[in-house]
């Protein structure tokens, strides 16, 4: 079965906090994304990456990094953890083609007290 | 980006088809309709996509408006695994990448 594997089910940090969050991916897939899941908001994608090495923000990357270094790795990063940065986070991973279906990990639910 | 128009929630039984309208009067000519779904404290799962022609896989069926400016997504008996929130999206092309906008999807409540 394919699989994107995040590393962590729940977080909790606290505000000023450096936060990583991983996501693994073993279909060999060129893109890799990250979205939020917030309640009435649905999912916003914050970046996204289509190569080793390249990123492109999405619609919501203020407060965000991202880093991949490898194909299969892709890492969020909240360099200074806020508390409205308190959510679902979801990473996918897909194929290049603009039809290819994505794939999800089952989400980190991060609280930042 | 076309947006599309879902309504909140459904409400289906057990072991009954269940058909989950989309409406997407803006689509342009070359956009798919996708759909996926999102079981409670999971990721979204994809369930299907389409052009033209309706389309069968082994979750669901999706018919296509001749006009394409609706589909619908239909479950042939619904079963309490079935109980989700299901989105339908138009994926764009952003930067190299398919761009995926979620909106609120649909609700659906299956009864045993």
């Known amino acids: 079965d394919v699989k994107v594997t995040q590393s962590s089910r729940y977080l909790v940090k606290r505000t000023g906090e450096k936060v990583f969050l991983e996501c693994v991916q073993d279909?060999?897939?060129?893109?890799m994304f990250w979205y939020r899941q917030d309640p009435g908001l649905g999912l916003r994608l914050i970046y996204f990456s289509y190569d080793v090495k390249m990123k492109e923000k999405g619609d919501i990357p203020e407060g965000y990094s991202v880093s991949r270094e490898k194909k299969e790795r892709f890492s969020l990063i909240l360099e200074s953890a806020s508390t409205n940065q308190t959510s679902m986070y979801l990473c996918?991973?897909?194929?290049?083609?603009?039809?290819?279906?994505?794939?999800f990990g089952s989400g980190t639910q991060l609280s930042v007290l | 980006d076309a947006k599309t128009t879902q309504p909140n929630s459904m409400e289906s039984n057990e072991e009954e088809p269940v058909h989950l309208p989309c409406n997407h009067s803006?689509?342009?000519?070359?956009?798919?309709i996708h759909w996926y779904r999102q079981l409670p404290s999971q990721g979204p799962e994809y369930v299907i996509h389409g052009l033209t022609s309706n389309v069968n896989n082994r979750m669901a069926s999706l018919a296509i408006a001749e006009d394409r400016k609706s589909s619908t997504l239909i479950l042939h008996r619904a079963t309490l695994r079935d109980a989700a929130v299901y989105y339908c999206i138009l994926p764009t092309q952003f930067q190299g990448a398919q761009k995926l906008v979620f909106g609120q999807g649909t609700r659906l409540t299956i009864n045993p």
């Open positions: 279909m060999d897939h060129e893109n």
């Open positions: 803006t689509i342009s000519g070359t956009d798919y």
């Open positions: 996918a991973s897909s194929l290049p083609s603009l039809n290819e279906k994505l794939f």
